[in-house]
């Protein structure tokens, strides 16, 4: 079901964040985000200095990871195309510290005093963790085939939303072993 119908409005700001996943020849995987933003009307003096004609994007920024299924970091790099200042891509450079690392829980601690809050680009972090997500969704198949869980391994996605948890039907369907909730026959699909 749809948003209920607004009221008369007009629209003043477009984002759109676009996340991809890929698998490479070679085994790993590319995940690629893009940040576009752009008024609907001319921004006047932006940075102080010139106008940005409507709809010419304020951010234009591209990120890119490349991992493996256990989901450690090969490459990484950023590139802010469109900015509001000169010197907002300066940090992008940065990335490259992610080599190595691995995306996990407390994977977005493990790396803000590398390249989040003054260390970085506030719209980066945020297309970061679009990446970040996006590199679990597109590797997520690859991955249970190759890792199976076995009964009491915790699932990454335990306990990460209402329909994962140890009383829901949802856990007594796919991980009974987890399940805590009232005893029920499971039904088959």
């Not at 964040?17 to 576009?36: K, N, S």
């Not at 680009?121 to 085939?145: D, K």
Request: proline share 6%.
């Amino acid at each position: 079901m749809p948003l209920p119908r607004p009221t008369p409005r007009k629209l003043m700001h477009n984002r759109v964040i676009d996340c991809r996943g890929y698998e490479r020849d070679d085994g790993l995987w590319d995940i690629e985000g893009h940040l576009t933003d752009a008024k609907t009307y001319t921004w006047e003096k932006r940075n102080g200095v010139t106008d940005l004609p409507a709809g010419q994007f304020a951010h234009d920024m591209w990120i890119r990871l490349t991992i493996d299924l256990n989901m450690v970091i090969h490459e990484a790099m950023a590139v802010t195309e469109a900015s509001p200042y000169n010197g907002c891509g300066d940090f992008t450079h940065k990335f490259a510290k992610l080599k190595g690392l691995r995306i996990d829980r407390g994977w977005t601690k493990k790396i803000r005093n590398l390249i989040g809050g003054p260390y970085g680009c506030t719209h980066q972090w945020e297309l970061l963790g679009r990446v970040a997500a996006a590199a679990y969704q597109s590797t997520n198949n690859a991955r249970q085939n190759k890792f199976p869980r076995k009964p009491g391994d915790m699932p990454r996605t335990f306990n990460t939303c209402h329909m994962y948890t140890a009383e829901s039907e949802e856990t007594l369907r796919r991980w009974p072993d987890l399940y805590k909730g009232p005893k029920k026959a499971v039904e088959s699909a």
